[in-house]
């Protein structure tokens, strides 16, 4: 029996892959961190990722309350996404689009006084 001298070096041995539905529950779950929790009746943020070697372009979806800040809240959505796939996953984040679904305005159900029914 012969010892192995020779260690091939840890970098060197293979290679890992992140699964897209990883990425995607990451981003997802960095977006909810960002604007907090959903509205009532609102679903939580979803997201879609497209990974090419170390490059992840991400795609979010939410919902969120109205009146509101649309513009701060996505940027903010934008800011905790790349940051966090950057460093969970080590991935470069290029391009994160957020899509606002639907937006659920406060008091929704209540009849504003003095309305007819």
Same mark, same amino acid.
């Given at each position: ?56 372009? !991400?795609? /979010?979806?939410? %919902?969120?309350?109205? *009146?509101?800040?649309? #513009? ?6 934008? @800011? ?15 391009? !994160?689009? /957020?899509?606002? %679904?639907?937006?659920? *305005?406060?008091?929704? #159900? ?6 007819? @029914?």
């Amino acid at each position: 029996m012969t010892a192995v001298t020779d260690r091939v070096a840890a970098a060197e041995r293979g290679e890992t892959r992140i699964a897209d539905r990883v990425v995607a529950k990451i981003a997802a779950q960095a977006a909810k961190e960002a604007i907090g929790a959903p509205p009532k009746d609102g679903a939580p943020p979803s997201a879609t990722v497209t990974v090419l070697r170390d490059t992840a372009r !991400v795609r /979010v979806s939410l %919902e969120l309350g109205y *009146p509101s800040d649309i #513009g701060r809240q996505c940027g903010a959505v934008r @800011r905790r996404v790349t940051e966090r796939v950057e460093a969970l996953a080590g991935m470069e984040v290029p391009e !994160v689009a /957020v899509q606002v %679904e639907r937006l659920h *305005p406060a008091g929704a #159900g209540a009849m504003p006084e003095g309305s007819i @029914r």
